[in-house]
């Protein structure tokens, strides 16, 4: 395990700025289900180290599966797809997995063999306290607000060019990370790097606009039917908000609308989890988790086969919408020491 020891706070090892100064070319992939900081992260590394040295650099998210909210981050990036050849070992000089705490959630074409990550190139930046140090090199924060901002301060430290664009995608995955410069994880640090990407070209009224102020008729709809849904639990506890595959495509809606709506139960005071479950697909679920104040979740979502930050956790669970309902409000309810009777369930 390699965290960068003393260097971990700020300073991006010198084994990965040597690589990554070395490589041919990059392949940034991120989470399944990318998020901003996901997305923000990848392609503005991909975009700034081309641009330094006219190598090729693509990005590769698991097909369907990006958010359309964030759509406009590809479409600012103009950052190439990754192709199959470019994971072919003479190809993908070097894998740069950002923002994804084990392989098992890397958004990697399902053509690669199931230890890809072990071939030598991977180069894994990531601020989840789980990730498991799966790459050859491995910087890992888990103090820092997103990966987004570790790109910044890596770009930064490899002096390369962090245009407007670049700056934009990074302030827009450092935004979404820490709700809007609310959540814990915004320090004075985080603030500061903030101030440099405006300083840089990065718009926040602009960037505001297209991830908090750009609902579509659908996702409005949608929106309304996630506070409609949403019941408490656990002694007032736990606020939970469901949604059927039903529901959902009668909305016309889909999965790849479905990001930060957890944000509506957990707007309910006094709460100490939240959580959101859609029926992506018939019989799969998708749960979303939250911790308010010192509540951590990380374990909760474990408990499903899942993963990610203490207080910002999600999973996938395998049966229908009702099922999932019951097993996570009676797991969380246990969790908190509350008691389930007398909730209401959908
Ligand atoms: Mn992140």
């Known amino acids: 395990m390699n965290r960068g020891a003393d260097e971990s706070r700020g300073h991006p090892p010198a084994t990965l700025m040597n690589s990554l100064a070395d490589a041919r070319s990059l392949v940034c992939v991120g989470h399944v289900s990318p998020d901003a900081d996901c997305l923000g992260s990848a392609l503005a590394l991909a975009r700034a180290w081309s641009a330094s040295n006219g190598r090729r650099a693509s990005v590769h998210f698991e097909e369907k599966t990006v958010s359309a909210r964030l759509d406009f981050m590809l479409d600012w990036a103009e950052v190439e797809p990754a192709v199959d050849a470019d994971f072919a ?25 199931e230890d890809w ?17 799966f790459g050859e090199v491995d910087w890992i924060v888990d103090d820092a607000s997103s990966t987004s901002e570790l790109v910044y ?19 827009a995955g450092m935004y979404t990370d820490t709700g809007g410069f ?27 606009a297209r991830l908090d102020r750009s609902l579509g008729p659908a ?35 889909d999965a790849s609308d479905i990001d930060e709506q957890v944000n509506v139960p957990r707007s309910v005071m006094g709460i100490s989890i939240a959580a959101l479950l ?16 010192d509540t951590q979740v ?49």
């Open 89 to 113: 070992d003479a190809d993908a000089d070097r894998i740069v997995v950002v923002d994804t705490s084990q392989p098992s959630r890397a958004g990697v074409p399902k053509t690669l063999p």
């Open 117 to 133: 990550h072990r071939s030598g190139t991977v180069l894994n930046i990531d601020h989840h306290f789980t990730n498991t140090c």
């Open 153 to 171: 301060l890596l770009l930064r430290a490899m002096g390369l060019p962090i245009d407007p664009v670049s700056a934009s995608l990074l302030y």
């Open 182 to 208: 609310s959540l814990p994880n915004t320090n004075a640090k985080a603030l500061h790097t903030a101030a440099d990407l405006v300083e840089l070209g990065a718009s926040p009224s602009d960037i505001a």
């Open 219 to 253: 996702q409005f709809d949608l929106l309304k039917l996630i506070y409609q849904n949403t019941r408490r639990a656990a002694d007032g506890a736990l606020a939970y908000s469901s949604i059927s595959h039903t529901e959902l495509t009668q909305m016309g809606c």
């Open 278 to 293: 859609t029926e992506v697909h018939p019989g799969r679920v998708r749960l979303n988790l939250r911790g308010e104040h």
């Open 298 to 346: 990380a374990g909760l979502a474990q408990q499903f086969g899942g993963g990610g930050h203490r207080q910002a956790a999600g999973a996938i669970l395998a049966c229908p919408l009702n099922e999932a309902v019951e097993r996570v409000v009676s797991a969380a309810a246990e969790m908190l020491g509350a008691q389930t009777c007398g909730t209401t369930q959908r």
